[in-house]
């Protein structure tokens, strides 16, 4: 699927030396928000999917999540792309495949970004999908939400091989939680300096788990 397309977002994540799926995951968490300013998972309000919720397991902005590294060597096209279900009261939520074809997503895994070599991954994704969730009657298979996801909280984030948290945009590591990027898929966008990270940033020990920035372009 070469060449521009309409309908998408391009996600871009930069880190301080390699994208290593080899290392652990690299992780594009989304809150996907409707018109009416909600959710679209009923209930839920907007807001940054964040380690803290991960790991608290709350996962209370998290509606989707897109992971490639580690987990995903075996996955259809090498990554994960899934929605957030919401069990009974008392029970984690899980995440379900979200079913792309080989023409709904262009995937390059890794590229080179400002110098450095290997340093980027890149997928896009339709904006359609991110209006997909749980069907509440029953919760699958997926429904698409009415009226459809407008803006989406962003966060990207990176774990090691045994799943301990690494890394996420924000000024302060893991622990960020006031960090929040709010991306228009009604308009047509670059978001750069959103994602930059700021200078003297503390990051893992693992460079290749180091996020130091990314690029998300809106082509509605």
Known sequence: MPGPQTGFVQFQMFVARTINPNAGDYIIAVNAVTA???????????GLPSLAEATAGSWTHWDQQWVYGFDTTSAPFGFGYSYKVVGNPGTLPVFVPI???????????????????NNTLTISLPISAFSIRSNPNGHTPATVTTPPAVLLHVNYITLDTIHTPQDQLGCCGVQTTSYDLVVDLTTAATYFNNLTSPPGKQGPNNPDLFITGGQIIVTP
Do not use: D
């Not at 009416?36 to 907007?46: F, I, L, R």
């Not at 792309?100 to 080179?112: A, M």
């Open 99 to 117: 079913i792309l074809t080989s023409n709904q997503f262009i995937f390059p895994p890794v590229s080179s970004t400002g110098g450095g070599v």
């Open 36 to 46: 009416s300013g909600t959710s679209v998972n009923p209930g839920e309000s907007a």
